[in-house]
């Protein structure tokens, strides 16, 4: 499968979608960031995207995912003057797992409705019992299938997708069903960056529905509360669910995050600007101190 890829500028982000999805639930948002001069790159990663073939024996462990989101970034800064990442729910905590291990690799951080925890309204009450079966055969054999609203407000929309969900694996909302492997690796992930945070120190933008149906605004207030930056934008939605970059503010979503990019290559200049007055120096003043 093709990665998103539209280039642009030397400036560019890199995208990550949610768990067992595809990038094109971010193509709307990145669309909007290519106008705006950025270059995009939402890749497909092995055992974590949804692809051809995909089932519950394909999912690799979250070490795996955060090492391919490592070396798409690190081969991005070769070609760019700066790379920020973005996730969407599951890729916004992979997006925080590999800036933790990255430092200021990172430029910036996008995180789209975060999910620390699912407790959002409509996720089943039966879900507690799902760990019950992460180390039996049975992780095999059970998926969960989603259901309406499908994180999506906007009922049109949500139409089209019950349609494509009920007769496809996958639509712009992503995969139709999660497997329980998949579902296990992602509570790890959660778990690891639950304890990473206070080591993500670079500018981050949390955008999070108040009536997320997935997770509450607890995983963005747990983000911002612990995260390690001082420089932390955090913007409430009021008339979306979890599906943010396609829903009813998908608009408001990429305005906020094209002026956070901005915000962001401002901030590297300014660090260059300082760099270069204290590199042009007197040598010997340096020396005498």
Request: with cysteine.
């Amino acid at each position: 499968m093709k990665p998103l890829e539209l280039i642009a500028g030397e400036h560019a982000v890199l995208l990550l979608h949610g768990l067992t999805s595809t990038p094109v639930e971010l193509q709307p948002l990145a669309k909007r960031l290519h106008k705006a001069g950025y270059s995009v790159r939402a890749p497909y990663f092995t055992g974590y995207s949804h692809e051809p073939g995909y089932d519950a024996h394909s999912v690799t462990p979250w070490r795996e995912w955060q090492r391919q989101v490592l070396q798409e970034l690190r081969e991005m800064k070769q070609r760019y003057a700066t790379v920020s990442v973005g996730g969407l729910c599951m890729g916004a905590v992979l997006a925080l797992s590999a800036a933790s291990e990255a430092g200021d690799e990172v430029d910036g951080l996008i995180l789209l409705a975060t999910t620390l925890y699912y407790d959002g309204w409509s996720i089943p009450w039966y879900r507690f019992v799902l760990p019950l079966g992460y180390y039996t055969p049975f992780r095999y054999f059970y998926a969960y299938r989603e259901r309406e609203p499908f994180g999506l407000k906007n009922e049109a929309l949500r139409t089209w997708v019950a349609r494509e969900m009920a007769s496809k694996t996958s639509s712009i909302a992503g995969a139709a069903k999660l497997t329980l492997p998949a579902i296990h690796e992602g509570e790890l992930l959660i778990r690891h960056v639950k304890r990473s945070l206070p080591k993500v120190v670079v500018p981050t933008l949390l955008i999070h529905a108040k009536e997320d149906d997935v997770s509450t605004l607890r995983s963005a207030d747990f983000v911002s509360k612990h995260i390690g930056s001082s420089h932390v934008r955090k913007v409430v939605l009021l008339d979306s669910y979890h599906m943010i970059t396609l829903d009813n503010e998908r608009e408001r979503v990429a305005d906020e995050a094209i002026a956070f990019l901005d915000g962001v290559q401002r901030h590297r200049a300014a660090e260059g600007a300082g760099a270069a007055v204290v590199s042009s120096r007197p040598h010997h003043g340096a020396v005498s101190a």
